[in-house]
């Protein structure tokens, strides 16, 4: 069974910076998408960025130009460099990877990692 873990999340200030990390316990046979989602209290889980196969990119809009999403394909792992944060970004942020095992897709999720953004 694959499990995922998310490390990197705390508490920093706003206009700070901090770097997620998203690792598999063991391969994938073959990754479709590797994303980063988030849930706000109160509020409803957001994706916030995904990375295809080949580097292709998907942002929230209001992460634009401040967050960048990236992978290690060979190691299952994805990262998420988070820079001028805003208190909004305060959320637990969840990692998701989807993929194909034998003949059926996949998906997995991390158990998050909370990230504080402080006023």
């Known amino acids: 069974q694959v499990q995922v873990a998310e490390s990197g999340g705390g508490l920093v200030q706003a206009g700070g910076s901090l770097r997620l990390s998203c690792a598999a316990s063991?391969?994938?046979?073959?990754?479709?998408?590797m994303s980063w989602y988030r849930q706000a209290p109160g509020k409803e889980r957001e994706l916030v960025a995904s990375i295809t196969g080949t580097d292709g990119t998907y942002y929230l809009d209001s992460v634009k130009g401040r967050f960048t999403i990236s992978r290690d394909g060979a190691k299952s792992t994805v990262f998420l460099q988070m820079d001028s944060l805003e208190p909004e970004d305060t959320a637990v942020y969840y990692c998701?990877?989807?993929?194909?095992?034998?003949?059926?897709?996949?998906?997995?999720w991390g158990q998050g990692t909370q990230v504080t953004v402080s006023s």
């Open positions: 998701k990877i989807d993929g194909v095992e034998g003949l059926r897709l996949a998906d997995y």
């Open positions: 063991s391969s994938i046979q073959t990754i479709i998408l």
